[in-house]
Structures are given as structure tokens and as C-alpha cells.
């Protein structure tokens, strides 16, 4: 029998905070989202967010084609300031088609920013996938996605005394001028070694929420554990949600069933539904909760 040599939790360099969540409950509206061609993927996403009323949200990036892609996959770090870094900037040649991805929409230093993972096909036929640079990435062609817009939160990088790093966190905003429908949402942001199925299920419950859909999910794990019984082995991670619900299990508590996709620091390439309760966060993870219930409550 193999033992499983993936740690379940790491040390960051800096001091944790004592709340391992930050979930801002909010309204959201789903709509499509057009994205014009020749554009820089960050202006894209921003013109339309903002078209909709939108100054944050989520949306996916399935079927898109990119005229030219700038991307990075996840690295050791090479000093004690982080647990893990970024790779060298890849630019592969020639048009490169999302297969399926997820994008934070929000904003950083005042300005608009998105946090997008994904998994590609580059013009050579290679599989690939990492984590895309917004100002360095531009549309091939015109392209509609699937979207939420975020009313009364929104997603704002800053700096993150635990990690080093500058990472999108959910805060209190004025309502969105957009007209709606809204539903019942939570942005949410996870911190490192809190476990993804256990803490969305607790905040469920917490809030008697017995049904809700993840409506956008960018982030890493400290690898990862399927529920098939497959490993992605390696620590330093970048994900994305595929597809994710929380029903009632067999005793009525929340379940989650999260899909993902995600790459390595060696480039492996993994795919699957996580095992509940074994995939702790490594460095952070973004989510819009969709929940069951009537906004405003």
C-alpha cells in the first residue's frame, strides 16, 4: 500500500489571521458577457462588467480564443518570503483556445484586475494550462460568456500580511446600478489551510442554506486529493471550479461536489471532482456562492 506523502497543511511566512474566511454576503445577477476582439483581455472583461452595471463578479472563459496569451504556471519560490511563486512569463505563438477556465473579475490599486486560471489548447495542439496575465493577453475574436455581477461587495486585491502576497478579498460596496434580477450570493474568500468542501458546507449550515451553485471559484490547494482516489501530488497549485453545488446529504447537512481543473509546478495537468474534506487551501481561493435564498433577504 502507498502512503501519501502530500502535506495537508503549510506554514506561511507570515502571522495567520484568527478568521480563516471572509464571506460578504451580497447580490448577484447572471447575465452574458460580451468580449470584443482585439482587445486586452483585462479591458475586455472590464468594458463588459461595466456595460452591465457590474464593477465585480466572475465569469467564465469556455470557448474563448486568444490571439496572443501571457501566462505563468506555479514555482517554488526561491527565498522564505513566500511558500511557493510564480513560474517565468510563457508566450506560446499563433491563436490559443480556452478549453475551460474561470476569471475574478475586480480591482486592484483603484484599477480594474481579474485573477484568471485556465486550461488551453496552443496553436501547436500542446495542452496547457496556468495562471493568464490580464494586460498581457488579448482576444483573437468576439466571444460570450457566462457571468455574475456582484451588487453590495466586491472582490479587492491587497496586500496579505500571511502570504506576501497582493490577493483579491471580498469587502462591503454600494449596490450596483445594474437593474437585476438578483439573487442571494456570497463573495468569499478563503485563507490558507482552510479546507475548500468543509468551509463552504459550514457556512451553509451556519446559515441554513440547504442548496447553492458556485458561480466562480480561482485559487490553489496544497495539491489535491480526488474523489476517485487520484492525487495531484505536487504542493503548489493553480485551480479553478469547473462546476461545484452543495445539496443535502444523507443526514440533511450541506454536501459540497466541487469539479476542478487545475496545473502544477511541474506542469502536470489534473482533472476531477475533490474528496470532501482533504483539499486545504495553500494560498488563497476567491468564490461567489450562489445560494438558495431571496435577495435582498
Request: charged share 25%; with cysteine.
Amino acid at each position: 500500500m502507498t502512503v501519501s506523502s502530500l502535506p495537508r497543511f503549510v506554514r506561511q511566512p507570515g502571522p495567520p489571521e484568527t478568521e480563516r474566511m471572509v464571506a460578504i454576503a451580497a447580490g448577484g445577477s447572471r447575465f452574458d458577457l460580451k468580449l470584443d476582439a482585439g482587445l486586452p483581455l483585462l479591458e475586455a472583461v472590464h468594458r463588459g462588467f461595466t456595460k452591465e452595471g457590474f464593477e465585480s463578479g466572475a465569469c467564465d472563459l469556455d470557448g474563448v480564443t486568444l490571439a496572443r496569451l501571457s501566462y505563468c504556471i506555479p514555482a517554488l519560490s526561491k527565498t522564505p518570503d513566500h511558500v511557493a511563486f510564480y513560474s517565468d512569463t510563457y508566450r506560446p505563438a499563433g491563436p490559443t483556445m480556452i478549453s475551460r477556465g474561470t476569471l475574478t473579475f475586480g480591482r486592484r490599486d483603484a484599477a480594474p484586475f481579474f485573477h484568471a486560471h485556465a486550461l488551453w489548447r496552443e496553436a501547436d495542439g500542446k495542452f496547457m494550462g496556468g495562471h493568464i496575465l490580464p494586460e498581457q493577453t488579448f482576444l483573437a475574436k468576439p466571444a460570450t460568456v457566462r457571468a455574475i455581477g456582484l451588487s453590495g461587495a466586491l472582490f479587492d486585491a491587497g496586500p496579505d500580511a500571511e502570504t506576501g502576497f497582493k490577493i483579491f478579498s471580498p469587502v462591503i460596496a454600494p449596490a450596483a446600478p445594474a437593474d437585476g434580477p438578483f439573487v442571494s450570493v456570497f463573495a468569499i474568500r478563503l485563507r490558507p489551510n482552510s479546507d475548500f468542501c468543509g468551509s463552504l458546507e459550514k457556512l451553509c449550515a451556519d446559515h441554513g442554506i440547504s442548496h447553492a451553485v458556485l458561480r466562480g471559484g480561482v485559487g490553489s490547494t496544497i495539491g489535491v486529493r480526488f474523489e476517485d482516489g487520484r492525487e495531484a501530488p505536487n504542493f503548489a497549485t493553480e485551480i479553478f471550479v469547473r462546476e461545484g453545488r452543495i445539496t443535502p446529504g444523507a443526514d440533511g447537512r450541506p454536501e459540497a461536489s466541487v469539479d476542478v481543473g487545475l496545473i502544477d509546478y511541474q506542469a502536470q495537468i489534473f482533472e476531477g471532482r475533490f474528496k470532501r474534506g482533504d483539499n486545504p487551501v495553500l494560498i488563497t481561493f476567491e468564490i461567489i456562492l450562489e445560494t438558495d435564498r431571496p435577495w435582498p433577504a
